[in-house]
C-alpha cells in the first residue's frame, strides 16, 4: 500500500535515501526568498488551484499531473522534467496492524453544521484520605491544545464542551518565571508554595512548578522533522489547511543549516511531498507547503506509517528525530481506530522517532484522536486556533516544543498524615498513575522540552479542620506523627532523552513554603491558582465554591498580572469575563 501511495504522487521517495546521506556542506545552494508561481515552477511545485467553490472543494493534489490526465482535461502535457539522481532503495514499510475498511465517498467532502467534535471523558479526581491513601503519583503534562480550544469557543460566544477543558492544560498554558536550574546534569528545580484555598475557607492550595533546564540554542541538536500533513476535505475551511500552512512557514523560519525537513500529505492515499530539505533551503519547504490543497478521505493511519518511515530513513543519532501531525484528528481510511493507533504510535517511539500533533478546524476536530497520539508518541499536543498561537507555539516555545530535556517524567507527592487529612489533585485526570508506576521504567510517561515549565496543584485539608466525609466508626486508627515539621515529600523521576534508566530529584515540603494568605503567596500562585478556578467552574466541577464567582476570579487574575510582555495574561482576564457572560447564559 505505501509503495503504491507513493506513485501516486508522483514524486521519487526512491531517491530520499540517497539525499538524506548527502553532507550538509556538498548540498546546493541555500535557497529562500518570497513564494511566487515562477520560482516554485523552478524548483517543481504548482501553486495549489483557487477553489472555484467554497463549499465543494476540488482536490490538486501536490504533483505533476500525469500527461494521461492533461490530456483527459484538455491541456498540453509539459516539458519532459531533468531526471533524476540515481535513487537508493528505501526499505518497505511493514506494519502488524490491521487497517479499518475504508471510508470513501463518490463525492467530494462537503463540510457541514453538524457538532461531531469528540473529547476524552474524564472525571474530575475525588478527595483522597491521606489516612487511606497517603501517596499520588502522575505523569506530567505539558501539552496546551486544551486552552486553545478552550478560547476559540468562549471567542465564538459558546461554552466549551465539559471534557474539552482540562485543567492542567490551561494552567500550563503560560509562563510562571520560576527560578531556574543551573546545570543540565540536574535538569529540574522546583519551586513550592501553600497558601490559603480563595474557594474554601479550610483548605489550602499546594503549588508545585518544575522549571526545566533551557539548552543554548547553539548547543541545540539537529533537527530530523517529517511534516505530515492532513490534505482530505475536512481540511478545507480557512481555519484548517491554510491556517496550518501558516503555521509550518512560522516552523520553517526557525530552522538551521544543519536541520532537514521531509514533507507528507495524505488525502485517500498517503505520498511524500519534499525530500529531506536542508535548513538553509526554505523557499522549497515553502513552495511544497503551498502546493498542497484539500480534497478527498483521510487516511491517517497510513500517512503515519508513510512519516515514521521517512523519519526512520534519515534517522540520525544524536538528532532530534520527529513527526510533526497537523490534522483536525478526522481519520476515516486505513488505521484510524485510537486505541489500534496509540498501540502503533507507542511502538514506534521505540525507535527514537517523537510524534508532536497540532490540531486545527471545528465541528469534527477529534481531540480524543489527537490525545491518544500525542501522549504515546512522547510529544506535544497543542491546538492552534490562530496565527498568533501558531506564534507562540513553534517561534516564541520553539526550543520547547521541539528539544526534549527529559522523558517519561513522573511526579510523586507523598502527604504526611500528621500534617494533612486530604488532598484533591486538581486535573491531570488523565495521567494519573498507580503509586507502583513511579519507580517502574518501563512505564511511559510525558516529555519536557528545552526550558519548558510545569506546574501542578492540589487542594489539602489541613489535620483538625473539617473534613470532606465523615470519619470511619470502625478500624481508623489516628496516625503516629511523622516528620512533624514536614508537610509532605516530593519526588520527580526522569530519564535523560533517550535513557532507559531514570534519575530521582526529591525535596521535602515544610513551613518555609507556606504562606499566611494568598496575597501574600508569590504572583505566579495566585495566577497559577486563578487559571485553575477559571478551569473548574467552566467545568462546573463541584469543588470551587458559589460564593468564588467570576468576578472574584478576574480579580485574581487582575491582580497576579505582572509585567505580562506578551499580553498573554491580559487576554486571559478578558476570557474570564467571557466564561462569566457565556456561563450566565
Request: hydrophobic fraction near 40%; include cysteine; proline fraction near 9%.
Amino acid at each position: 500500500m505505501i509503495r503504491r501511495s507513493l506513485r501516486f504522487t508522483g514524486v521519487s521517495i526512491l531517491s530520499l535515501a540517497m539525499v538524506g546521506a548527502t553532507p550538509v556542506s556538498a548540498l546546493p545552494a541555500p535557497g529562500d526568498g518570497v513564494v511566487t508561481p515562477q520560482a516554485c515552477a523552478a524548483l517543481g511545485f504548482a501553486a495549489a488551484q483557487p477553489r472555484e467553490d467554497a463549499r465543494v472543494p476540488k482536490y490538486a493534489p501536490s504533483r505533476a499531473l500525469t500527461q494521461f490526465e492533461m490530456r483527459a482535461q484538455g491541456a498540453p502535457p509539459p516539458p519532459a522534467p531533468p531526471p533524476p539522481p540515481p535513487p537508493l532503495p528505501i526499505p518497505p514499510v511493514q506494519s502488524n496492524y490491521a487497517a479499518a475498511p475504508a471510508i470513501i465517498s463518490a463525492s467530494p467532502h462537503v463540510p457541514t453544521t453538524m457538532d461531531t467534535e469528540r473529547y476524552p471523558g474524564a472525571a474530575a479526581n475525588p478527595v483522597k484520605r491521606v489516612a487511606e491513601e497517603p501517596v499520588s503519583t502522575f505523569s506530567i503534562d505539558v501539552d496546551t491544545a486544551a486552552y486553545a480550544n478552550t478560547r476559540r469557543f468562549l471567542n465564538d460566544g459558546s461554552a466549551p464542551p465539559r471534557d474539552a477543558i482540562r485543567v492542567e492544560e490551561l494552567v500550563n498554558y503560560f509562563d510562571y518565571g520560576y527560578a531556574r536550574p543551573a546545570s543540565a546534569e540536574t535538569p529540574f528545580r522546583a519551586t513550592v508554595a501553600v497558601a490559603p484555598s480563595p474557594w474554601s475557607k479550610e483548605r489550602q492550595i499546594l503549588h508545585i512548578g518544575l522549571q526545566g533546564y533551557e539548552t543554548p540554542r547553539t548547543d541545540a541538536p539537529p533537527l530530523n522533522l517529517v511534516f505530515l500533513v492532513d490534505t482530505s476535505g475536512s481540511m478545507w475551511d480557512p481555519d484548517r489547511l491554510p491556517l496550518a500552512q501558516k503555521a509550518l512557514n512560522v516552523l520553517i523560519d526557525q530552522l538551521r543549516p544543519q536541520d532537514r525537513v521531509s514533507m507528507v500529505a495524505y488525502a485517500g492515499s498517503a505520498g511524500a511531498v519534499l525530500s529531506p530539505t536542508d535548513g538553509r533551503s526554505k523557499l522549497k519547504m515553502r513552495c511544497a507547503l503551498g502546493a498542497l490543497q484539500a480534497g478527498g478521505s483521510t487516511a491517517g493511519g497510513q500517512g503515519l506509517e508513510l512519516a515514521y518511515a521517512l523519519a526512520k530513513q534519515n534517522f540520525a543519532k544524536g538528532s532530534v528525530n520527529r513527526v510533526i501531525l497537523v490534522t483536525d484528528g478526522d481519520f476515516n481510511v486505513g488505521i484510524s481506530d485510537p486505541t489500534r493507533l496509540k498501540d502503533f504510535v507507542a511502538d514506534q517511539r521505540k525507535s527514537g522517532v517523537y510524534l508532536s500533533v497540532y490540531g486545527f478546524g471545528r465541528g469534527n476536530y477529534n481531540d480524543t484522536m489527537m490525545q491518544a497520539l500525542a501522549q504515546n508518541g512522547n510529544g506535544v499536543a497543542a491546538y492552534v486556533d490562530t496565527l498568533n498561537e501558531a506564534r507562540k507555539l513553534l517561534r516564541d516555545d520553539f526550543q520547547a516544543s521541539l528539544f526534549p530535556i527529559a522523558d517519561d517524567v513522573k511526579i510523586q507527592v507523598e502527604f504526611n498524615p500528621a500534617r494533612v487529612a486530604e488532598y484533591r489533585l486538581i486535573g491531570y485526570e488523565t495521567r494519573l498513575l498507580n503509586r507502583e508506576d513511579f519507580n517502574n521504567d518501563q512505564v511511559d510517561a510525558g516529555e519536557v522540552g528545552s526550558g519548558a515549565s510545569v506546574t501542578a496543584l492540589y487542594e489539602i485539608t489541613p489535620v483538625g479542620a473539617r473534613p470532606s466525609s465523615d470519619p470511619l466508626r470502625y478500624g481508623e486508627q489516628t496516625p503516629a506523627p511523622v516528620a512533624s515539621g514536614e508537610l509532605a515529600f516530593l519526588k520527580v523521576r526522569y530519564k535523560p532523552p533517550g535513557g532507559t534508566v531514570s534519575k530521582l530529584i526529591e525535596r521535602p515540603i515544610g513551613k518555609a513554603d507556606s504562606y499566611a494568605s494568598l496575597s501574600a503567596a508569590p504572583e505566579s500562585t495566585r495566577f497559577a491558582v486563578a487559571v485553575a478556578a477559571y478551569g473548574q467552574k467552566l467545568r462546573g466541577d463541584p469543588w470551587v465554591a458559589d460564593g468564588f464567582d467570576w468576578p472574584a476570579v478576574t480579580a485574581l487574575a487582575r491582580g497576579a498580572r505582572g509585567e505580562d510582555p506578551d499580553g498573554l495574561r491580559a487576554e486571559f482576564v478578558q476570557l474570564t469575563k467571557a466564561a462569566r457572560d457565556v456561563k450566565a447564559r
